[in-house]
């Protein structure tokens, strides 16, 4: 390989002869010729021009020609389909490029890519480009399942969006049998027409074996379910109890609270003697924040007391180091895989009833309207009177008779909740808020880790005064920390784009519904009305999901770019810190800032860190949050394996040119074929958003109820098969 100096010579070189006003563009045989390099020696000369195009000083034409001007070189993220085609992200663009099949250069996707715009002049037409070069692979290991011949074998990806099996030479299968579940890494990342090639490194187990399916996808998305040594030694040195006796407290009076009589003393402030509770999931053993209300004559006093994490994981430790890396806890069907060892996010910083706890607290007071007259976040010392779960609050709101016996010391408390709850909801909805109605589902296992139930997940009454509080515990803290201009983790979302809120318009028309946006603005109240108007319709599901993918993706910013779908000016992500990064995060600059900390040190420091974690914490959300959703398309594949034959009622979801999406009362999402359509060929238009039939009229829209039979299930592809009855 040249040297550095060797390169940048022969880069000036280059470039002298290219701005000769005289050059014209050649191609890389050409160039050797006018600069007498010898056949040997030609991959030197196209190490240099591809160094010049990464620079963006020179542009290499379609026709494999090199100049300077020819074409814009962009530097991106490729994502790939199970189509074989696929999407480069670039920083800056509001839209990703479309790359046809033919134009992706064997790239997997995640991989970092050159690429050129080739239609860019056409007016309205989407983006679309070429790769021209791979400059860093993100893929080093497929998960899949082997398929063993007799002196080789192949890996078939887990993965769909990756087009290709890994051809695994003799030797370099680890022992592994058929069909068995591996881990292989990439040695040859093949070519147009070569496979890539690589070696088994682990095998997971038999594909049949309990576990072995969500274990893959765990494996196959690199996520480590194991703590590194380090970070369960520093555990080790952590107490498991809090020696309250060693702090210094100042007390709390309830009725007068804390917001009127601030002290220039720094110290926690002593909530034992104030009622508080936790409300979760009844399987939830992280319980990262608790509540306190008390009534006043002239509205609410509302503690939303959150566990003081960053007490025990201090910056630029091992525990703070591998919490960083992870950015989130990852709630998967049949286990959670903590941000934080065990011994933290279910111990010592779990808000567990009967123990004291350090806490992070925002005190809020509202008036009788919702309105919040004052606040104080300070750092507090708690201990939780009672664990309830949703199910137990919402059993004594609705005045269950063994409930009320159970929690009758709670009763007011609860029902003070559920006032200012609603209070705030309703403030939040008239503002312009959007209520995104959607099915969540929730997946019962058994012991050998099979699906016994999928149905819809219930958001009662309960689980909403939570949401309630901690969206106003959100956007207290985002705000104080947004006027006192220090560095701060925001969590943003911007408005949707214009062209995608068009589509969606368009797409209601079919049902009837307008929306009247402002010009080239379109406000969160106006999508609302649309909800409001859809709800307890048979197209309120599908409208929902389209309005839902509408939207940008939320995520994590240094700067308070406001939140779309809120219809919030300032808002972040404070109260999770035992699950979340960006959370635990801000709990450091919140309590350096109350112990008069904050110097210009330390504000350039979080200047220089903080862009990195809201770019990592974003990337590790969205790869948790599609291991999720993976993990529950494979476990209602295999809940529907033994319904094959059986029919049932559910609604259409989705249209496209191969298939109709039909959406079960269950949550579950199969296909049924439009060429399995029986008495007719039928065509998709997407200007009309229907399926008809070429000779009957028969028409398949988005809303629709329909009858379906479900006549195949695959886990391996996480798909369902439908026809219609």
């Not at 503690?303 to 430790?317: F, L, M, N, P």
């Not at 359509?677 to 008809?692: A, C, L, P, S």
Request: proline content about 2%; overall charge negative; glycine content about 6%.
């Amino acid at each position: 390989m040249i040297n550095k100096t060797d390169t940048e010579k022969r880069k000036k070189i280059i470039m002298d002869i290219m701005q000769d006003k005289h050059y014209v563009p050649m191609k890389i045989k050409e160039l050797a010729i006018v600069l007498n390099v010898p056949k040997e020696n030609r991959d030197d000369l196209q190490f240099i021009l591809d160094e010049l195009i990464s620079e963006g000083k020179i542009g290499l034409s379609k026709r494999g020609k090199y100049g300077i001007g020819i074409e814009e070189i962009h530097v991106g993220v490729f994502s790939a389909t199970a189509k074989g085609f696929g999407f480069v992200t670039i920083e800056g663009f509001d839209d990703d490029i479309y790359i046809p099949a033919r134009d992706t250069l064997n790239a997997f996707d995640g991989d970092k890519v050159q690429l050129v715009i080739v239609n860019k002049f056409k007016r309205g037409a989407r983006k679309e480009g070429r790769i021209i070069k791979i400059v860093e692979r993100s893929l080093k290991e497929i998960v899949g399942t082997y398929k063993k011949s007799k002196n080789f074998g192949f890996v078939v990806p887990d993965n769909s969006k990756i087009g290709v099996d890994l051809y695994i030479a003799e030797g370099c299968d680890l022992n592994a049998k058929n069909n068995d579940k591996v881990v292989a890494s990439i040695k040859d990342y093949g070519s147009a027409d070569k496979k890539p090639e690589g070696e088994i490194i682990e095998v997971i187990g038999a594909i049949n074996d309990p576990g072995v399916d969500i274990v893959s996808i765990i494996k196959d998305y690199g996520i480590e379910e194991e703590f590194p040594d380090k970070v369960l030694k520093q555990c080790e040195t952590i107490a498991d109890k809090v020696e309250s006796g060693k702090l210094e407290l100042k007390a709390f009076m309830a009725k007068k609270g804390i917001l009127n009589h601030k002290s220039s003393a720094y110290a926690r402030y002593d909530f034992r003697n104030v009622r508080t509770v936790t409300i979760d999931g009844e399987d939830a053993k992280d319980l990262d924040d608790a509540i306190s209300i008390d009534k006043t004559k002239d509205g609410y006093i509302l503690g939303v007391h959150i566990a003081d994490v960053s007490e025990y994981v201090r910056e630029d430790t091992p525990l703070d180091n591998e919490a960083k890396k992870r950015g989130t806890s990852v709630y998967l069907v049949d286990r959670v895989i903590p941000m934080l060892p065990k011994k933290l996010s279910n111990g010592i910083c779990s808000l567990n009833a009967g123990e004291d706890r350090l806490a992070l607290s925002c005190i809020m007071e509202f008036d009788k309207s919702g309105n919040i007259k004052s606040h104080e976040i300070c750092e507090t010392l708690i201990n939780v009177d009672k664990r309830m779960s949703y199910t137990g609050v919402q059993a004594t709101l609705d005045a269950d008779e063994y409930a009320i016996k159970e929690n009758k010391d709670f009763i007011e408390m609860f029902e003070n909740m559920l006032e200012l709850s609603r209070t705030l909801r309703k403030k939040r909805v008239e503002r312009g808020a959007i209520n995104f109605d959607s099915k969540e589902s929730k997946i019962t296992l058994d012991e050998n880790k099979k699906v016994v139930e999928v149905k819809p997940y219930d958001r009662c009454e309960a689980t909403k005064i939570i949401e309630d509080f901690m969206l106003a515990a959100n956007e207290t803290v985002a705000e104080e920390y947004f006027w006192a201009e220090i560095p701060f983790v925001y969590r943003s979302h911007e408005e949707p784009d214009e062209e995608k809120i068009r589509d969606f318009g368009i797409f209601i028309n079919n049902f009837g519904y307008s929306l009247r946006p402002q010009i080239n603005k379109i406000h969160s109240k106006e999508l609302q009305a649309i909800l409001d108007k859809v709800k307890d319709t048979p197209e309120e599901a599908v409208i929902n999901r389209l309005l839902l993918r509408s939207m940008k993706r939320a995520n994590y910013t240094t700067s308070s770019n406001g939140h779309f779908g809120l219809a919030a000016r300032y808002y972040c992500h404070f109260t999770s810190p035992i699950r979340r990064y960006p959370d635990l995060q801000i709990h450091r600059i919140i309590k350096e800032n109350l112990h008069g900390e904050m110097d210009d040190n330390r504000v350039n420091h979080y200047i220089n860190i903080l862009p990195e974690v809201a770019r990592n914490s974003s990337v590790t959300e969205r790869k948790a949050n599609d291991a999720e959703y993976d993990t529950d398309k494979l476990k209602k594949a295999e809940y529907m394996l033994d319904k094959i034959g059986n029919e049932y009622e559910g609604v259409i979801s989705g249209l496209t040119s191969w298939g109709i999406y039909v959406e079960l009362y269950n949550t579950v999402e199969g296909m049924v074929r439009l060429k399995d359509i029986k008495g007719d060929f039928y065509d998709f238009y997407e200007e009309e958003m229907i399926v008809r039939g070429e000779h009957t009229g028969i028409t398949y829209k988005l809303g629709q109820v329909v009858t379906i039979k479900v006549t195949g299930a695959d886990k391996a592809a996480r798909t369902v098969d439908f026809i219609f009855v």
